[in-house]
């Protein structure tokens, strides 16, 4: 008893042994695959609506079943997917308990809301990809070859181009969050974020052109085209953190 009230004060002072940090990160991944497996079996209940929601943008095309055990694979890949995404709160949360005794009182001050915006631009990145690439990419390879061929597609390949697309899009959102970070830390200046904004402009064309699974232009520009809005937004969140870091300063003086 003596023994983990000792531990527990040791952690909450961020002074922990090496072993200690081994237990508590064990622990910690413990938790986060505990949630993911869970997430993932519930999501095995309601797959067919979900499947079907995820079709809807391929609403003019025929997606056929080419192999047996392919809707099987399809649904195992979707609940895969939909387990993780629920589960993500929630292992943002382990992460902020296992890093949190560590940390200064500045860096925990940039935890929460840094936490909370990549949670955030997660999901609105998922929903951007759904709602207006997704339409887009596959609207594009309809027309382009209408009059030649009838849109007879795979449902694995359209699932993997689509959860493919879709998870590449909410990883790019994270730019803001990470651009943040490092101006709330001193490493990066929003002076210098914004003299540099050709090279942005050009390097987010060339990460589109990667991460898009479709490569067809009008997806990669709109991919583009929100990297650097985003951008920008990460400088705009970067300059608020330097104003009210100086407004501190100077009223402590």
Same mark, same amino acid.
């Given at each position: 008893?003596?023994?983990?009230?000792? &531990?527990?004060?040791?952690?909450?002072?961020?002074?922990?042994?090496?072993?200690?940090?081994?237990?508590?990160?064990?622990?910690?991944?413990?938790? =986060?695959?505990?949630?993911?497996?869970?997430?993932?079996?519930f999501s095995f209940f309601p797959i067919k609506p979900i499947i079907s929601f995820l079709e809807m943008p391929a609403n003019? !095309?025929?997606?056929?079943?080419?192999?047996?055990?392919?809707?099987?694979?399809?649904?195992?890949?979707?609940?895969?997917?939909?387990?993780?995404?629920?589960?993500?709160?929630?292992? *943002?949360?382990?992460? +902020?308990?296992?890093?949190?005794?560590?940390?200064?009182?500045?860096?925990? %001050?940039?935890?929460?809301?840094? +936490?909370?915006?990549?949670?955030?631009? *997660?999901?609105?990145?998922?929903?951007? %990809?759904? @709602? !207006?690439?997704?339409?887009?990419?596959?609207? *594009?390879?309809? &027309?382009?070859?209408?009059?030649? +061929?009838?849109?007879? @597609?795979?449902?694995?390949?359209?699932?993997?181009?689509?959860?493919?697309? /879709? =998870?590449?899009?909410?990883?790019?959102?994270?730019?803001?969050?990470?651009?943040?970070?490092?101006?709330?830390?001193?490493? $990066?200046?929003?002076?210098?974020?914004?003299?540099? @904004?050709? !090279?942005? +402009?050009?390097?987010?064309? !060339?990460? =589109?052109?990667?991460?898009?699974?479709?490569?067809?232009?009008?997806? /990669?520009?709109?991919?583009?085209?929100?990297?650097?809005?985003? *951008?920008? $937004?990460?400088?705009?969140?970067?300059?608020?953190?330097?104003?009210?870091?100086?407004?501190?300063?100077?009223? =402590?003086?």
């Open positions: 008893m003596t023994n983990t009230s000792e &531990k527990k004060e040791l952690k909450e002072n961020g002074m922990m042994s090496f072993s200690d940090h081994l237990e508590e990160l064990r622990h910690r991944i413990l938790n =986060s695959i505990y949630c993911v497996v869970i997430c993932i079996t003019n !095309i025929r997606l056929l079943q080419l192999s047996p055990g392919e809707f099987l694979f399809v649904a195992i890949k979707v609940a895969g997917y939909c387990g993780l995404i629920v589960s993500l709160p929630y292992i *943002f949360y382990q992460i +902020v308990l296992f890093i949190s005794p560590g940390l200064t009182n500045k860096e925990k %001050s940039l935890v929460l809301p840094a +936490v909370f915006g990549s949670a955030l631009l *997660f999901f609105l990145g998922l929903i951007f %990809s759904w @709602w !207006i690439l997704v339409p887009a990419a596959i609207n *594009f390879f309809i &027309k382009f070859g209408a009059d030649i +061929v009838e849109p007879l @597609w795979s449902i694995e390949r359209y699932f993997d181009f689509v959860l493919l697309l /879709m =998870s590449s899009t909410a990883i790019a959102f994270q730019l803001p969050v990470l651009q943040f970070i490092l101006g709330s830390l001193g490493i $990066v200046t929003t002076e210098k974020m914004v003299s540099n @904004w050709k !090279i942005v +402009v050009i390097s987010s064309a !060339i990460l =589109s052109a990667i991460i898009t699974p479709s490569t067809d232009p009008l997806t /990669m520009s709109l991919l583009s085209l929100s990297i650097v809005f985003l *951008f920008f $937004v990460g400088a705009g969140l970067t300059l608020l953190s330097e104003t009210f870091k100086s407004k501190t300063l100077s009223s =402590s003086h």
